[in-house]
């Protein structure tokens, strides 16, 4: 079992930047895949970025340019820098640990952090 806390969420000016954060209970994190998700109010959950074991990322149209995803294995956590905030990132953003062994597939969520946009 993998614990993920996340934490960073805040509310912040459109235009403004956020960091957040997510710190993972396991001693074998640089093997797991590494995402964050979002869900606005009244939205289903979406993805926002992903990083793989081998550093590879991969972004929502809607963040490409804004957000930057990235991990540092020794710590055992995994970023997301967003910048140029609009009010349309407004959710909970949760974050995601996965990876595959053999045919088992591991899958672990955070609790979620707030954060809110303001225009």
């Known amino acids: 079992q993998v614990q993920l806390v996340e934490s960073g969420g805040d509310l912040v000016q459109a235009g403004g930047s956020l960091m957040l954060s997510c710190a993972a209970s396991?001693?074998?994190?640089?093997?797991?895949?590494m995402g964050w998700y979002r869900r606005a109010p009244g939205k289903q959950r979406e993805l926002v970025a992903t990083?793989?074991?081998?550093?590879?990322?991969d972004y929502a149209d809607s963040v490409k340019g804004r957000f930057t995803i990235s991990r540092d294995n020794a710590k055992n956590t995994v970023y997301l820098q967003m910048n140029s905030l609009k009010p349309e990132d407004t959710a909970v953003y949760y974050c995601?640990?996965?990876?595959?062994?053999?045919?088992?597939?591991?899958?672990?969520w955070g609790q979620g952090t707030q954060v809110t946009v303001s225009s």
């Open positions: 995601n640990a996965n990876r595959y062994l053999g045919l088992a597939y591991y899958d672990y």
């Open positions: 396991t001693s074998i994190f640089s093997l797991y895949a």
């Open positions: 990083i793989t074991s081998n550093d590879r990322t």
